[in-house]
């Protein structure tokens, strides 16, 4: 009686995890945009032919090519729309908990099961990215099934041997051609396997490894030519030493209410486990090792070939860790269980909602809420008083431009941001009253500073994920003003902040004879600098400090630099330059300079910051005036991925 009440109770318990799970992914599903990735994936399904998409959807990327074979006919037979695109992955996410809840129970209890379950469904990470049709919920749930049939292999092999050989390599070879990362794992289980699994099933086991080598052999021109790409160390930086720190953080939500929940479930997990109840320590050791084995190959590949090693990639990885986390767990009745998953969902969804912003952050694209926004600026405004300019992906805002709501609305002008646009050629030429701005994060952040200079009043600010919105206004009206720290140059006295090599260059012969001006010559190579510490200056980690100087050049000026550096014991750690070009003599132009502190490393207590113009050829440049300034930022920018500034 006993006996069935537990596993009566085991099964309610698990389905209302999965239950709660799929609540957390499917609330306004419908309304779920895609991704950047998930863009990209989905424009290399239109091609003609399954050749076409192999040459020219899966060789140029970096992805086996399983996923994108099976999204171009998913995608022929259901069309594109967020949710139809979504919805599989969706579904192998919560597939996954179900699975991890088994591998959980069979290795050590059905408490480890169920609490490894319910992070699993709840938290951040895995919610998100079961809502994201990339590789990783897939990835996710194959390698837990080929986990799932390689555990029946191990601890019971007389059961169903072969059947579950059969899926051990039907599953293996999937997970093959889904990531790299689900293969190397199978690589790595399949290893693991040889020192658990019976002796006189070992040879058994080590000839599947060939049959799942021959299924792979169609893949082996799209890896061996992606293989030669190397990697994405075009836009991804290798990982620093505290790489695991920092992915703990993130996973968990950074939130103490979460770190303090994993304590009190120790504490009762092992207030409550059966006194001569045992653990097999051979599975510890295997959570420990299929968890960080993954992690170290990728740290050192990205270390010393080529930049991998990302939070999403870690997500097949993942489970192994919660494994880790709870394989004391070992209560046994009812209740007990009961409270240690009611527990974990009282304090982990609060977290997913509250504190990482889940719905407020990854339901707001960058790319759909800019030209919203734009649409009902513009139709507050007066559509003839306003100037548009977007700064995004051009095939995305089209796409976005296609949708209902949209139709008739056209903005001033579009720019693709791997072609960065003049802006200041822009708004030279704009006469309207207002200027619209939308950007994403890889959008230049002198934008904004070239925009103040002729629109100087911001009406309206708005934050999102991975983009901005401004509104700027020629007249003046009550808005924000972001900038909250000024300092400018005076160049007859040492300002605070502010040090002039030589104050003979100091004429009065500008527009102005009233101004001092800062004439460079052939003596002299370095204007006043400004320098000051980040955190005596800087409010939070994701403002922006602006720079600009008014310069003329001569004749025969070629070129000189405006220049940020982040230091740390005079050790250079950022640096941001603009030039000062010679194609516009006579006259004094303005240029502009930024640094967004967010994409820097705060974690060193002696930043500083220092700026001037370096005149390098000590060629002849007039300095009417230099401006340092430090602005509010966006919060939001990275928030998905990293912690939420209050």
């Known amino acids: 009686m006993r006996f069935t009440q537990r596993i009566h109770t085991d099964q309610v318990l698990i389905f209302l995890i999965i239950a709660t799970g799929a609540i957390l992914r499917f609330y306004n599903y419908s309304d779920i945009p895609f991704t950047h990735d998930e863009f990209s994936a989905v424009f290399r399904t239109q091609f003609g032919s399954f050749h076409e998409l192999i040459a020219k959807g899966v060789l140029i990327d970096t992805h086996p090519a399983g996923v994108q074979v099976f999204l171009y006919y998913w995608v022929m037979l259901f069309g594109i729309s967020e949710p139809i695109v979504k919805l599989p992955f969706t579904l192998f996410s919560l597939a996954a908990v179900y699975m991890l809840y088994l591998i959980g129970k069979k290795w050590f209890s059905s408490a480890a099961g169920l609490l ?3 992070f699993l469904s709840f938290l951040q990470y895995p919610v998100m990215y ?27 092999p007389h059961k169903k041997y072969y059947l579950n050989l059969t899926g051990y390599i039907l599953v293996s070879a999937l997970c093959c051609y889904n990531h790299h990362f689900t293969l190397l794992f199978c690589g790595i289980a399949g290893l693991t396997g040889i020192f658990i699994i019976e002796k006189n099933r070992r040879l058994s086991f080590v000839l599947s490894w060939i049959v799942v080598l021959l299924l792979y052999i169609p893949h082996f021109p799209v890896f061996f030519s992606q293989l030669k790409q190397g990697g994405i160390g075009g836009w991804l930086g290798k990982p620093k030493p505290d790489f695991l720190f ?47 084995l993954p992690l170290l190959v990728g740290f050192l590949y990205s270390l010393f070939i080529n930049p991998v090693l990302q939070y999403s990639v870690l997500i097949f990885s993942f489970p192994f860790l919660l494994l880790l986390l709870f394989f004391y767990a070992g209560a046994e009745r009812a209740w007990q269980k009961g409270i240690l998953t009611g527990l974990s969902a009282l304090v982990i969804i609060p977290s997913l909602v509250y504190e990482r912003k889940h719905y407020e952050l990854f339901y707001n694209s960058p790319y759909r809420e800019i030209l919203e926004d734009a649409r009902q600026a513009c139709d507050s405004l007066g559509s003839s008083n306003c100037f548009v300019l977007l700064d995004s992906h051009r095939r995305i805002t089209d796409y976005y431009l296609g949708k209902p709501g949209m139709k008739g609305f056209k903005p001033g002008c579009m720019h693709d941001i791997f072609e960065p646009p003049v802006i200041a050629n822009i708004v030279d030429t704009c006469r309207a009253k207002y200027f619209i701005y939308g950007c994403i994060s890889n959008s230049g952040w002198e934008d904004y500073q070239v925009i103040r200079a002729k629109y100087p009043y911001l009406l309206r600010h708005r934050c999102l994920n991975e983009g901005d919105f401004y509104v700027f206004s020629k007249d003046s009206v009550a808005g924000p003003d972001e900038y909250y720290f000024r300092s400018d140059a005076d160049f007859t006295s040492d300002r605070k902040g502010w040090v002039s090599p030589n104050p003979s260059a100091v004429w009065f012969d500008g527009e102005d004879v009233q101004i001092p001006v800062f004439y460079m010559d052939s003596s002299i190579e370095f204007s006043p600098t400004f320098r000051g510490s980040l955190r005596d200056i800087c409010r939070h980690r994701n403002d922006v400090i602006d720079f600009s100087a008014d310069v003329e050049t001569g004749s025969r000026f070629t070129v000189a630099y405006l220049q940020l550096g982040i230091y740390r014991k005079d050790i250079l750690q950022s640096f941001y330059s603009a030039d000062i070009d010679g194609k516009h003599p006579g006259g004094f132009r303005r240029i502009f300079c930024s640094c967004r502190l967010a994409d820097i490393d705060w ?13 390098r050829w000590k060629q002849d440049l007039v300095i009417r005036s230099m401006s340092f300034r430090v602005r509010h930022g966006n919060p939001f920018l990275y928030g998905l991925y990293t912690k939420i500034e209050k």
């Open 130 to 156: 079961g809502q994201i049709a990339r590789p990783y919920a897939s990835g996710l749930f194959l390698v837990l099934l080929m986990v799932y049939f390689w555990t029946n292999l191990m601890l019971s």
């Open 246 to 292: 920092d992915y703990m953080a993130y996973v968990f939500q950074f939130s103490s209410y979460v770190f303090a929940l994993l304590l009190l479930l120790l504490i009762l997990g092992l207030a409550w486990r059966m006194p001569r109840k045992r653990t097999d320590k051979r599975f510890v050791l295997v959570s420990f090792l299929w968890f960080f």
């Open 116 to 118: 490894a379950a319910c």
């Open 603 to 615: 974690k060193h207590h002696s930043l500083y910051v220092q700026g001037f113009i370096w005149n």
